[in-house]
């Protein structure tokens, strides 16, 4: 056996290290291995006569060997991965995946339409039929069918835009002059769907409505969908299901409803239906003012009256009826500041969604 | 209507609880609405009551007024913007050192070198209010330096935002009342009746009944007008009134408190009947028509005062004006009601009063007015003269005529205590037609059955409605064994649904609405009344469910979505456009045209009308976007357009005017035209699909390559949902079927030689048109003339189509079967006089009749040197296949062969490469 040689183990590590920097390709990195690695290498055959030294030298000189091996090795395969990179971009044919990704350039829901088609299809499911009807409406339909006659002091609060043109400042229903008018909400659609469909009935109208009003929270051309239920039997602990689910399906499943007794000529009981804030899970924010509660919708049964106007015997069925504004909930799910904003049509506002 | 009502107040009424939220939150449930709950009194440590003694300009600044206040016996100075500013006004003084509710700390400070100890302060900063253009005024007379607390005890106002079927609930009793039913404890309510003396001497006549349901009356004398007691400007002050003196309070104080408005008139200053037919006078000149004089009271009865007043209700003439109390001299609208003398009128009645019968200082004797009126003849007085006032806003929402009695007594019963009058006289109440009202008959099975909820049962049920109704006021007989035949004046009841027997719905109720609820007329009324007591909060949530017939639970599918769908997939972003029109926009594809639907009351002039295309609308969404910076904006909108109903558009105008054959129109919406509106002229309205679709580069040659992929990239679309939707294939392809046919001609507002319009065909195989084609639309690049004026960055592509047109034509795919032998293509590449349209083209390669020809797809248009000067290159990739063989070479080859020689005899077409 002979005499273990005398390796600079410090001195071999940091030359085999610089060996490996200086490598410009992959045959460069393999020679550098089989010269500090190979079987022939210095490190290898002290390895192999380790045996040789003292027993109380061995372990120790062993176990440094071996580190500096390890050392190589890790450095070698690191050289190995960045020389790969650059070998792959420098092919002709390579492409730089790390370029940004190109969108496919598609175009972009209108937000009001985003919560429109939502609110359809959660009706949808619930076996609601999907009926628009006429804009521009008359004032029977828009009032006197739904218990409010000429006169009433309700009718102000709808404030109308009036159709001014000769031809269609009258039209006549039953022989009964009738100003023409834009609806001023979905609800003339609960009549003639009565008019046309025999109860059962289950039918939501989404739509554009018209009051006269612009501010922050208002634009003289607004979007509702109306719900009607006609069954025999109908109770508002249904009308209150149907609320929960919607509310529940629409700003998700762990929020709560909370009824308000309040008043609507067309519906007795009425209630407003107020969803828990989904901002701050009823705890109080900006968002819900402090109170824990946003005001969604208002509903109610249907007006007995309401149901003659439509053709359907009251002593016989019930109905509930509620009003969604549509801008409004798409002001709050997403944070539009606005509601003017919503109509401006910004394609910055509507590519992000 | 909003309301403010005072705790402090409230508890002269009923007993409440002390944590004002939980009162709020109850209120809310129940139906009354709170929208703000008010500490009154909260960081008022520091604030005195002051009174302005001097009030001098602050050098240097416009607005900024010194006052020096004092306040016991001190005096400070205060530099203070209020725009109400009064020597001898009593102010809340916040002085030096005091943190105001609003966290603000009060220093002593110089503004433009003057110095200031302390602040005057709003509403707004002591909390109590939102109005913050102003110092609040406490009043004129009286002490100062004590704390404002003194004069404003802590309290906690509500606003209660009260439903307007619910007049009764305008005052603090109505509140109560709510308060008391809600927690279940007793109503105390003020005692109103007067002491009484003498005889009624005035007299007062209805002549407009009509208008004047009731008018109460009460002369009341020997009262001294000054400042009404600490305790009642205290409270007047708490829900935000200014007190006056102690009639004019008084005569709030009960409004307030009862909801019935009511109006004082110096009796020494009303005309009383100086004119009697017995004694042979003649009228007094200047008197209209002649008062009638029935039932004339005794004037003895108070021989001592001057003849007694005579008050006439009574519409407005012709011409009549009233000097009102505010100072103002007011036309009184001809119709409207008023309150007159035999000489003059006194009051626009229910609105506001007139000066010269206003209580003054040297008043002593009043007539106090406590009357119904119509509602909707105040609402219309009250908005023709632009005058709301607490009264108005009260008798506008009709009130009812019970009240009138109650409110002249309370009243009189006041003025005794804190104006020290002597007994009232005895009430004139003249009530032409007291209204008799029929009991409610009400089922308990009816309220369960309605709310979803049993109530534990039929007797349960039965002892828990009448005791939430009897809190309210209502009478409530049981009669458990009512025949449910019952009928005569009641009220119907609804009977019970097909499957009830009568008995099952338990025992029938005979309930009596208390006189000042004229809300409650029907059984879903009580209903309402007994379930908003108990809260909703556990109501069960259920959802209804019964056998429904199949045709309802399956919707048609929404061919709108679908549109949209198709349209965002080609890359244009949604808008939604006001549906107003303007009539300074540009139009393109209509010429322009009288015949619009115009609104009577527009907001403003450019939205006087309703839009009659989508264009307009969708080119200044895209001068706003590149106002803001957005370039190449491409967008379309789904809506619709309207049209007055008569007669026809004008031939040239579009879609709406255009006569399809019946196979191809229809409006979707005429499925909800009732029978009852077959007689109705109301505007047709269509649905129409338009796109905008800018390019980026602004001139030049790259803008025209731009210009002309935007053209196409947009019938794409077009030619995409067209066929998605309803099966129409571009014009000149085989086989029948509905065609999307253009005609490359002049369009209104669109460029010449860049526009269109857009056709829909029916053909049979032969490819004959099938009855009428109808205007489709039209589609081209914005004439630069027609948006003059406008600040477009780049050159627009603008489309439109009648989506009613596709929807009435809705079609499903048919799967065709898939050959299973390989097809062959070839590409060709042709030459073409600069003036032959593709269409022509592409109709020849059709017409060769080539049974083995599957598709054609022109793919490229060129220009340039190598050709030859008025020719234009085409290439065209041509599609071969059999469904029952492999085509051989020499099959396509010839096909091919004869479809060139074709395109050569009859477009000029020269072979340039294969």
Known sequence: ?353 | MPIRVSLEWLREYVELPEDAERLAEALTLSGSKVDRVIAVGQGWEGVVVARIAELAPVPGSDHLLLARVEHGGASSQVVSGAPNLRVGDLVPLATVGTILPNGMTIKARKMLGAPSEGMLCSPAELGISTEADGIMVLGTGGPTGMPLADLMPPDHLLIVDVTPNRPDELCHLGVARELAAVLGRELRAPDALPEEAGAAALSVEIRDPDLCARYVAREVFGLRVGPSPGWMQRRLRAVGQRPINNVVDAANYVMLELGQPLHAFDRDRLAGRAVLPEAGVPALPGVGAPARLEAAPALEAAPTLKAAPSLIVRRARAGESLACLDGRTRELPEGALLIADPERPQAIAGIIGGAASAVGDATTSVVIESANFLGTSIRATSRRLGLRTEASGRFEKQLAPALAPLGAARLAALLREVAGAGPSSPAVDVHPAPRERAPIRLRVGFVTGVLGEDLGGPARAEAEIRARLERLGFGVDGDAVAPPAMGGAAVETPPAGPTGAAEADGPVLTVTPPPFRLDVGIPEDLVEEVGRLRGYANLPSTLPGRRQPVARVLPPADVEWEARDLALAGGYDEVVGLSFGNPRDPLMGHPPTDRQVLLLNPMTSEQDRMRISLLPGLTRIVERNNDVGNEAVRIFELGRVFWPRDGSAPPDSGPAGASGTPAITGTPDDRFADRRRQDLDLPRERRMLGFAHQVQAATGRKADEQVRDALLATKGVIEDISRSLSGVEPGGTAGAGLRLEVEQERVHGLRPGRSARLWLVRRDAAGAAVGERALFGWLGEVHPEAVRGMDLRAPLVLAEVDFDLLAANLRLPVAESLSRFPAVSRDIAISVPTTRPARDVLRTIRDAGEAILRTVNLFDEYHGSQLPAGRKGLAVHLVYAAPDRTLTGDEVAAAEARILARLGAEVEAEVRAR
């Open chain 1, 1 to 353: 056996m002979s005499e273990a040689p005398a390796v600079d183990l410090d001195a071999l590590e940091r030359e085999a290290i610089a060996a490996v920097h200086a490598a410009t390709d992959e045959a460069g990195l393999e020679n550098a291995r089989i010269h500090y690695l190979g079987r022939r290498a210095p490190l290898k055959v002290l390895l192999s006569t380790v045996g040789s030294l003292p027993p109380e030298r061995r372990r120790e000189v062993g176990q440094r060997a071996n580190a500096v091996a390890r050392t190589i090795e890790a450095a070698l395969e690191a050289g190995l991965a960045a020389l790969r990179q650059r070998g792959d971009l420098a092919g002709a044919e390579s492409i730089d995946l790390t370029f940004p990704g190109t969108p496919p350039g598609r175009g972009h829901r209108h937000p009001v339409h985003r919560v429109m088609r939502e609110i359809e299809e959660i009706f949808r499911g619930l076996g609601y039929e999907v009926a628009r009807g006429p804009e521009v409406e008359t004032d029977f339909y828009n009032f006197e069918a739904l218990n409010l006659p000429a006169g009433h002091p309700a009718r102000d609060g709808f404030d109308s835009f009036f159709v001014a043109d000769e031809a269609t400042l009258r039209a006549a229903v039953e022989g009964q002059e009738t100003r023409v008018l834009l609806r001023t909400h979905t609800s003339p659609m609960q009549i003639r769907v009565m008019e046309r469909e025999r109860p059962p009935i289950r039918v939501i109208v989404p739509g554009k409505t018209y009051r006269r009003d612009s501010d922050a929270t208002h634009t003289p051309m607004f979007h509702q969908v109306e719900g009607l239920l006609v069954d025999e039997d109908v109770t508002l602990a249904d009308l209150k299901g149907t609320l929960e689910y919607f509310a529940r399906a629409m700003f998700g499943d762990e929020r709560r409803i909370r009824l308000r007794p309040t008043h609507f000529p067309f519906t007795e009981p009425s209630v407003e239906a107020d969803v828990s804030c989904f901002q701050c899970a009823g705890r109080g924010c900006r968002l819900c003012g402090f109170e824990g509660w946003l005001e969604m919708l208002g509903a109610g049964m249907v007006h007995p009256n309401v149901l003659r106007f439509g053709g359907v015997d009251p002593a016989r069925y019930r109905g509930f009826a509620f009003g969604v504004g549509i801008d409004r909930i798409a002001q709050l799910k997403y944070g539009v500041e606005d509601m003017r904003a919503l109509f401006d049509n910004d394609v910055r506002l509507i590519r992000q969604f």
